[in-house]
């Protein structure tokens, strides 16, 4: 990273930060942090506990595209058995959202 890369990447480091303090249920937030820090820093670790936090949201704020997200970067790191449990998240998810639409349909 160049140095002025380097700057912005911790500013947006900083607004994602806050930006999840303010809406710790913002799944979407937590992905694209998430995906900064494994693709930008190379901080596997770190965005696997920022993909963790944004998979721990409740339920109606769950975003199938993170789980998405989680198991292509898995799966390119070699982990196919967790990439793998990841994509069946994301459709579990996406099922129990079509669940609540169909719900709140006939009501």
């Not at 930060?17 to 693709?39: I, K, S, V």
């Amino acid at each position: 990273m160049t140095r002025h890369e380097l700057k912005d990447f911790r500013a947006a480091r900083r607004l994602y930060e806050q930006a999840t303090t303010y809406c710790p249920r913002n799944a979407p937030l937590w992905m694209e942090w998430a995906m900064l820090e494994w693709d930008a820093a190379g901080n596997a670790g770190r965005a696997r506990q920022l993909f963790q936090a944004g998979a721990e949201v409740p339920p109606s704020y769950q975003h199938p595209p993170l789980y998405q997200a989680w198991a292509e970067r898995e799966a390119a790191s070699g982990d196919v058995a967790r990439a793998q449990q990841l994509t069946q998240a994301a459709y579990e998810v996406a099922k129990a959202a079509q669940q609540r639409v169909r719900g709140a349909q006939r009501a």
